[in-house]
Each structure stands twice: as structure tokens, then as C-alpha cells.
């Protein structure tokens, strides 16, 4: 695949510009353990944490 986690990420955002934020999170985090090299996902979620107002990130955000 010459984009890994390409298609889990553009999900994610779809989600998101859905307003369903725990299914856009899903996503995003999968595209983070197909390719950690990307910043992309990483800051989604963190701007989805910050629409929900999560102090803890790790709750939403898996530990790579």
C-alpha cells in the first residue's frame, strides 16, 4: 500500500465532519497503529479532544 493508513484517516474525518466524534476517534487511532509516522491523525485527535474537552488525551488517544 503505497499510503498506509490513508483510508482510515480520510474515514476518521469523515466521521468528524459528521459530528460523530467517538466514531472519528476510532478511526483515527487506527490509522495511527497502521503508520505512527504520520502527524495527521495525531492532530485530529487532538483537536477532537479539544471540541470534547478531554483533559486526559490518553483516554482517546492510544499510546504508540
Not at 6 to 15: A, K
Not at 24 to 35: F, G, K, P, R, T
Request: aromatic residues 10%.
Amino acid at each position: 500500500d503505497k499510503y498506509p493508513g490513508r483510508l482510515e484517516l480520510l474515514l476518521g474525518i469523515s466521521y468528524f465532519e459528521l459530528s460523530q466524534y467517538q466514531q472519528a476517534l476510532v478511526y483515527l487511532n487506527e490509522s495511527l497503529e497502521i503508520d505512527q509516522s504520520t502527524s495527521a491523525a495525531e492532530g485530529w485527535i487532538n483537536y477532537i479532544n479539544d471540541i470534547l474537552g478531554t483533559q486526559n488525551t490518553s483516554l482517546c488517544l492510544k499510546k504508540r
